[in-house]
């Protein structure tokens, strides 16, 4: 019986564990920015300690390509699983990271100041 009992333990403590290695990813946020008169979409994700931490996190900044939007690195680059990987495995340390839309802009202002970036 203690036998069992310490398999069923160590079994649910196994499974807890991998559970909670997945960060989170919130896909369509908006914040409004007063710089460039306009709302802006992002992406986030956040790792799977960030609610239950106290700690402070480094955050990385990822721009998508030409065609794209704030989706293109969840959607396409899968970043959330390579991060909660590289995070399991101690590669990367726990991050945020912010994946902006810049629609077409190139993140720079437009050569004529009619938008800036």
Known sequence: MKSFLLALVLCTTGYLAVAQSHGTVSEHEVIKSNILHKDVAYSVYLPFDYIT????????????GYTDNQTGWIQFGEVNRYADKAIADGTIPPMIIIMPNADSSWYINSFDGKENY
């Open 53 to 64: 931490s106290d700690r402070n996190y480094p955050v990385v900044y990822l721009l998508h």
